[in-house]
């Protein structure tokens, strides 16, 4: 029989892997003010007290240059160089053809945890859950049910 880390338990694998970008980066401070956050956010989120949304992880990323599927699930590797693949270029001459296929399916599944919990996002949060969710999908070809639970979760 197969169980599920608790939340709790999750949120702190999190909270450990931030805390080791984080001594990388420099203070919690610094952080806060290169995503524009409050110190105590930032802290708590180290602490594994809260969680950031799904637009602060991305500025996390940005700004410690680490791969957003490592942060959320341990998976893969930290650092965006090792990762490094070609840039996102959406409507540039050498882009990846959209999945159409791919981007239904994590849609529904959007969608799907959002009735469940009864929630609703304004477009920008909704439009940034899609496109992260798309974009951590695109390796594995498939929608990762776990990751897009909690992301919806984040955004909401």
């Not at 450990?16 to 105590?40: D, H, K, M």
């Not at 490592?70 to 650092?79: E, F, H, K, N, P």
């Amino acid at each position: 029989m197969r169980t599920r880390p608790l939340p709790q338990q999750r949120s702190a694998g999190f909270a450990v892997r931030l805390r080791e970008r984080l001594e990388r980066f420099g203070t919690a401070a610094a952080l806060a003010l290169a995503i524009q956050r409050s110190e105590s956010a930032v802290r708590k989120w180290v602490r594994g007290q809260s969680e950031p949304n799904v637009t602060d992880l991305r500025a996390i990323c940005e700004v410690t240059q680490t791969q957003l599927e490592w942060l959320i699930t341990g998976r893969g590797v930290a650092d965006q160089a090792e990762g490094l693949r070609e840039p996102d270029t959406p409507y540039g001459a050498d882009a990846q053809p959209l999945d159409l296929a791919l981007l239904e399916r994590v849609l529904e599944a959007i969608d799907a945890h959002l009735r469940i919990g009864g929630a609703t996002l304004p477009a920008f949060k909704h439009a940034a859950l899609v496109a992260t969710c798309y974009d951590l999908s695109r390796e594995s070809g498939s929608p990762d049910a776990q990751v897009i639970a909690r992301l919806v979760k984040l955004a909401g």
